[in-house]
């Protein structure tokens, strides 16, 4: 079945640091790709999605690339702040499904 | 505009006691759906609907039950709690289906349970 794999955590980074997180995925087909975020005490938003291969999904300094040929859907940021300190969460939906799969959560620390 | 809202925020219950998690939406999404949040294991799905009437099971349905009767509600209910469900539990809300082109999904803030 479907699947997503995550780096695990937790990632621990001083700020302005490079950040990126990996993620890869199982499916048949062309799913489409997510990063959540999930900050403390809250719940999960997305953060960008890519619904078709070689598609680059950005949002608030964050990118992320799907890759079909590697399976992947890298998270990246030049410079992290301390305000970026969350959860990350991996997700796809399969094409014509009504769910959607997530990763374990890669959980980011930025020190100032 | 409230968005997701879930009732409680936090519960304390005993095993074999039943209780209903309430989530309500206000942006007329036709899909919502109910995840557990346990550590190292990301977010699985228990129930999902796809409009009021109409809901199906998810990967982890056992000992719950979910309806909806309206748009804008979909409670979940635990018939019988027992340790294994301690848990966070998300509601969510799209307007399409997740593989569709409208398919962000909204969560509530989550309700904290613990069983004992």
């Known amino acids: 079945g479907d699947s997503v794999t995550q780096m695990e955590g937790p990632v621990t980074l001083s700020e302005e640091a490079f950040l990126t997180i990996n993620c890869t995925y199982t499916?048949?087909?062309?799913?489409?790709l997510f990063w959540y975020v999930q900050y403390p005490g809250e719940g999960l938003q997305l953060l960008l999605k890519?619904?078709?291969?070689?598609d680059k999904g950005s949002n608030k300094g964050f990118e992320a690339t799907y890759r079909k040929e590697t399976t992947s859907f890298h998270l990246e940021k030049g410079s992290v702040q301390v305000s970026d300190s969350a959860v990350y969460f991996c997700?796809?939906?399969?094409?014509?499904?009504?769910?959607?799969?997530f990763g374990a959560g890669t959980r980011l620390f930025v020190k100032a | 505009n409230a968005g997701v809202t879930q009732t409680p925020k936090f519960q304390v219950l005993k095993t074999g006691q039943s209780m209903t998690l309430q989530c309500a939406q206000d942006?007329?999404?036709?899909?919502m759906s109910w995840y557990r949040q346990d550590p190292g294991m990301g977010l699985r799905l228990i129930h999902y609907s796809v409009g009021a009437g109409i809901t199906d099971q998810g990967e982890v349905p056992n000992g719950y039950n979910v309806s909806r009767s309206t748009t804008e509600d979909f409670p979940l209910r635990l018939l019988s709690a027992a340790p294994s469900q301690t848990s966070v539990y998300f509601c969510?809300?799209?307007?399409?289906?997740?593989?569709?082109?409208?398919?962000?999904?909204?969560f509530g803030p989550g309700t904290r349970l613990t069983v004992l």
């Open positions: 890519a619904t078709k291969a070689d």
């Open positions: 499916a048949t087909g062309y799913p489409s």
């Open positions: 969510a809300s799209s307007y399409g289906r997740p593989s569709g082109t409208y398919n962000e999904q909204f």
């Open positions: 997700a796809l939906s399969h094409t014509g499904g009504f769910k959607t799969i």
């Open positions: 942006m007329n999404h036709e899909y």
